[in-house]
């Protein structure tokens, strides 16, 4: 708000950035209706679902009527190579094992010439040197601040305010699920209880052994160790441990004598060697990340020249993703040449 509570009014330095919007569950639709309520300069001109059919129009697309409802008139979508659109936006399904079919959406985008914003871990996960010196070798850009903890700023963060400084090492909450659990468990409420009610809100999906059995955690943490400190890991070189009932335990008996368990990951260097874990782990009360409770998220990074930095998130929903994805898009918009 500007003074006296107005309405600041943005200015956009481009207009008619021309989208293909690959997936439209819950992010894809909520990045569509960002998109009316900011005005922000993109015309999304390629849609596709997962089963309501996909569209294609050069001049634009109606997403007030999309958002109504509308069945799409193609049931199949051409090549991303042929698509009217300067950006490819990626938020199909996680596959975790092989970042498919995101991974290959991407790669036709980028060959194509398009620059690619996603939220799909699985393609940065594993591929992620791969796609970067892609994006390099066609003067593209790959963003891809969702694919982490909602719109925690981190690979923004590291561009804008640690650009000469070392990462020594990362530590994080950066499951939003795991969190919730633990932090029900240490007031006492079922370990099952705890997990519907995350389903119940969209944040855990159906089948939760995704976060659990910390496959995405491991993933995330790949992310950070890759981009951030130089490594080269895949995620089953991440270190897992379950939260299950044990955890839980722990948890309850953590708060019952003044501390918290937490879902970590821990990405440190060793012998000129980034090793990376995740699993539950006690906290004291004068950990930065000790107040980081239920759904929030949080990471910790240690730096040799702005010492230690932490970030938090707090209770995020599926806004907070979709707007990670149009920070991505701004930044992108500002490369491009005006019409």
Known sequence: MGPRGTPIKYKFSVTGVRLALYGFGNVGRALARMLLATRAPFNVTALTTKSHGAVVDANGIDLDTILAGTDLPLRALPPVAVLPADVLVEVTPLDPLTGEPALGHIRDALRAGMHVVTANKGPIARAYRELDGLATKHDRMV???????????????????????????????????????????????????????????????ADPRNDLEGHDAAAKATILANVLMDADLVPEDVSREPIDERAATAARAAA??????????????????????????????????????????????????AGRVVVQLHDPHVDQVAYAILTDLLEISGTMPRP
């Open 143 to 205: 963003r891809f601040e969702a694919t982490l903890a909602d719109c925690l700023p981190v690979f923004t963060l590291r561009r804008s305010a640690l650009p000469l400084a070392k990462i020594s090492a990362i530590r994080g909450i950066v499951s939003s699920t795991n969190n919730h659990i633990l932090s029900a468990a240490a007031a006492g409420i079922p370990f099952e209880d705890a997990l519907a009610d995350a389903q119940r809100l969209g944040i855990a999906e």
């Open 256 to 305: 019952e004598n003044g501390g918290r368990v937490r879902p970590l990951i821990e990405i440190t260097r060793r012998d000129g060697k980034v090793v990376a874990s995740f699993g539950p782990r006690r906290l004291s009360p004068m950990d930065p990340l000790f107040a980081v409770d239920d759904f929030s998220m949080g990471l910790v990074f240690e730096t040799d020249l």
